[in-house]
């Protein structure tokens, strides 16, 4: 029998791959992050608020951008990430642009090992649950992190969206909605520049929402809300069309593009 592939190992080397091209990218838009725009979006400006004087854990935080976004806005925040390329690049982010951020590269599993202070607000976004083989120690460490009354806020694409192989020119609906098999997908280009001769070789998981949910509260989290969206402030699938306001629907609105879910710790 073939052993079992170093799934982090392997999604490690991919995203340490994407870094320099996703940094290039027009996606990132990072020279206007740089002169002052934030990178965060409408669902998480308004379900977080004022962040100023909170403590803030940003999980999977890519290259720092979303971090330092909300560093800008006052909070004192740490972000983590699997990617030691993303790790360094957020920390001269913040060198060059005189915040004051924290970055831990670590499994996002492995959080409370290498993270012992506890925050006002754990936030993760858009494109983060489907690296991760079990939602259980995701919700668990989740919880751990959180003061008591702390906010844990996630803003990611429907799992709807994932059962979609769009690697085919029309895409067509091919994996489960909540398949506990691995996922393997290996192609030139990333989402942020399809034109990039990188391969990225990728190993994702589906979940559905009731294992985001139950993961959450068996950890002992309060669910606040959670609720489904037709419009996606990224491009995720082909033939999505641009609203005026910048954000992307399909034309049919048959099923919803994101979800976001708010929760505390009582
Ligand atoms: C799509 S990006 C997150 C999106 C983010 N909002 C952004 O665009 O800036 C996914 C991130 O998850 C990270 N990642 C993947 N698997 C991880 C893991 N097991 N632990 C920690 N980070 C992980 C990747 O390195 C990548 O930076």
Known sequence: MDAKPDYFKVNK??????????????????????KGK???????????????????????????QDTLSWSRLGAKCVGVDLSDAGIALAKDLNAEL??????????????????KE???IVFTSYGVIGWLPDLKPWGK???????????????????????????EAKPIMK??????????????????????????KEYGWNHG????????????????????????????????EETTSGMYVSRDKLYPLIFTLKATKL
């Open 13 to 34: 080397a991919t995203w340490n791959d994407k870094v320099k091209v996703h940094a290039a990218s027009d996606m990132y838009h990072l020279e206007d992050f740089k």
């Open 38 to 64: 934030s990178s965060l979006m409408p669902y998480e400006l308004e379900a977080l608020g004022d962040v100023s004087g909170k403590r803030l854990l940003h999980l999977q935080c890519h290259f720092g």
């Open 98 to 115: 005189q915040l004051d951020a924290e970055f831990v590269c670590c499994n996002v599993l492995e959080t409370s090992a290498h993270v």
């Open 118 to 120: 506890t925050f006002d």
């Open 141 to 167: 460490m989740i919880a751990e992190k959180l003061n008591t009354g702390g906010v844990f806020f996630i803003a990611e694409f429907h799992p709807i969206v994932w059962m979609f192989d769009y690697l």
């Open 175 to 200: 994996y489960g909605y909540m398949q506990e098999e691995v996922i393997y997908e290996e192609y030139e280009g990333t989402y942020a520049n399809q034109d990039s001769t990188i391969v990225s």
């Open 209 to 240: 929402l009731s294992e985001v949910i139950n993961a959450l509260t068996e950890a002992g989290l309060h669910i606040e809300y959670l609720n489904e969206y037709d419009a996606s402030p990224y491009d995720v699938l082909p033939n999505l």
